[in-house]
């Protein structure tokens, strides 16, 4: 069974602390993403990731980093935690084919609260 | 850029009867996929179904139907003999060429299916 795992369900952080969402994949996808997800506005891309240590910045990538050494590991910082970033992050990975190929695949969410 | 618009934030509909989601997409490319997802109160994304702008039919799985209108530029879901399970947030998204393989998702519907 095809798997994306996020390392925590729920998350409360200090403001200003430094947080790191790990995202793993069993699929051995090429690509990974990350999502932030808030009421009314839908799943914005913070960033992507296409191959072993490429990055690429999504939509919102402000206040956050990501890093990517191994190929099923795609992991979110962010480097000093404000209460804006109160929200609900989801990993998701998919292939690089073509048409019904490119479906993504979503981990369970983590839901990030900063106090 | 390319956008995806879901116009209603939610909708009622009766167990067993069918609804229609509406989806209406903005994009530049000739060749592009849309997707549609569940996400239950539990938080997971669930795939439902993909529609590339080249299939010739329109997407069905299982009582989840595509009612896809290319010049319109429109891929509303339609889901017949709603269950109390389907009650849920769905959301309509195109597959972003600018970003890889990244989805862009509209703000998604809330289904609430009543007995």
């Known amino acids: 069974d095809v798997k994306v795992t996020q390392s925590s369900r729920y998350l409360v952080k200090r403001t200003g602390e430094k947080v790191f969402l790990e995202c793993v994949q069993d699929m051995d996808h090429e690509n990974m993403f990350w999502y932030r997800q808030d009421p009314g506005l839908g799943l914005r891309l913070i960033y992507f990731s296409y191959d072993v240590k490429m990055k690429e910045k999504g939509d919102i990538p402000e206040g956050y980093s990501v890093s990517r050494e191994k190929k099923e590991r795609f992991s979110l910082i962010l480097e000093s935690a404000s209460t804006n970033q109160t929200s609900m992050y989801l990993c998701?990975?998919?292939?690089?084919?073509?048409?019904?190929?490119?479906?993504?695949?979503f981990g369970p969410g983590t839901r990030l609260t900063v106090l | 850029a390319q956008k995806i618009t879901q116009t209603q934030p939610g909708m009622f509909v009766q167990e067993k009867e069918a609804v229609t989601l509406d989806c209406t997409y903005d994009t530049s490319d000739p060749s592009y996929g849309l997707f549609w997802y569940k996400q239950p109160s539990s938080g997971e994304m669930i795939f439902l179904i993909y529609?590339?702008?080249?299939?010739?039919q329109n997407a069905t799985e299982g009582r989840y139907s595509l009612n896809f209108q290319k010049a319109r530029k429109s891929a509303n879901l339609v889901i017949s003999a709603s269950q109390l399970g389907d009650s849920a947030m769905y959301f309509c998204?195109?597959?972003?060429?600018?970003?890889?393989?990244?989805?862009?998702f509209g703000k998604g519907t809330s289904l609430l299916v009543t007995p």
């Open positions: 998701a990975s998919s292939s690089s084919g073509t048409g019904k190929d490119n479906e993504q695949f």
């Open positions: 998204a195109i597959l972003n060429s600018n970003s890889g393989y990244a989805l862009n």
């Open positions: 529609q590339g702008s080249y299939d010739q």
